[in-house]
């Protein structure tokens, strides 16, 4: 589990420590302090042996359309947009360091050239007596950790678009999940997850979350769809019908206890934790989270704008699971970002006191 | 039950100088002989009981706005034990970090500066409330 998080030269922090995560931490402050901006670099950490890396956090707020350019593309997640900076990010587990750097490279000369792609009736127009490399952009990644050291990558961007070239790296065990607050569910990857707990007879424990929220539900099932499937639930109608149709809240619950069920041993990101959920089921709702979380070895890092959402996770997480949790307030103070941390005990001192510590 | 819990409005801190009362009696004592003797720009929190005066100050530096507190007064009953009320209040400053005054009514440190008050034990001061602009 994650207990330190440190980020430089990613977005708006220049440097942002966060000394205290807990198996469930909920991240709140005011707007642009950067909460799913933790998230993000949180999970770029996690995903970086992944072409894509940087492209997610476009499509996760919204931006559909970018120009194919580095200053474009790779400068919006260095700090101040200044790409001769490094960005670093690292994580304390389990009393161990990990730690990833990357940085912008703009001639960088790949040490292999890959042969090239002819198709059969491909008639070059050129032929070259020699080949050599072109200079490229670059992000060059590395990662270091107790067992693994000196992993490199680059992220390329080129007339093939982007590439990875992995020079030193193998992929980890622990995996993590986003779940963005403007990206809809996607439901095929939600019947993706279905079918891994299916398989392991693991659905009862779904349909039980879920009836937190719709009482009715008496069991689900995955349906083929073509090309797709979609999750169907049995609310005692004549068919069943998708879960989408049963509401935000009930697919967004889904969702997350997929994602919680399906990411064992890893972490899971879910930004705006309150949206589609009624606050009257919240501490019910975050009570059953940090049950599963236990079970299956899970981490969750939450976003909330709202105090019904905080309230109702100090109130559902308590008794034994109390140490399971914690609240971290982002603040801005003269431009630096700073992360205050509460436990159990100081959240009672607020919210008891209704201190406003959003 | 804190008084602001009641009203079920949030509190956030919106002075530099906080006085800091236990239970909701003290916290209408205060904002009324503060209003009585126009004594202006000090802040009265209740932090509910003694016991949980430590967390509250912890609790307290984790919100918006505290970078801003100049001053941070404590007043408390003495109850049966005046010695050992005044034993609570500086263990309290000593577990969050914040500088602890040697003795009632006097300032101490920086960046906050803290003090505290104890009641009743010093009558003369706490019936001279034109003093507390001196101290808050």
Redo the contacts between chains.
Sequence with gaps: MISNLSIKGFKGFEQLDIPSLSRITLLGG?NNVGKTSILEALYMFYDRLDPQMILRQFAGRGVATIAFEPESMWAPVFYNYEMDRKIEISVIVNSSEEKMTLKFNPHYIPAIIPAMNVRPGFRPTQIKTDQKAEPSFSLDITYDSKTMKNQTSHLLMGLNGFQLQVENAKIEGRGATFLWARMGINPTEDAQKFGQLDVLGQLEKIVDFLKIIEPNLKSLSSVSLGKTSLIHGDIGLKRKIPVAYMGDGVSRLLSIILAIATTKNGIVMIDEFENGIHHSVMSKIWEAIAKAAREYDCQLICTTHS?ECLEAAYEGISGELANDFSYV?I?R?ENKIIA???DH??L???I??????R | MPLEKKCNKLSEIKSNKLLLVEGADAYFFFIWALQAFGVEGIQVMDFGGIQDLTVYLKTLSGLSNYENVTNIVIARDAELNPDSAIKNVKNSFKQVLLPIPPNPFEFTGANPRTAFMIFPGLKIRLYNPERWKIYV
Excluded: P
């Design positions: 005011r105090y307030r603040d103070i205050k941390c509460f005990e100081m009672k001192v607020a008891d006191g209704n201190l406003e510590v």
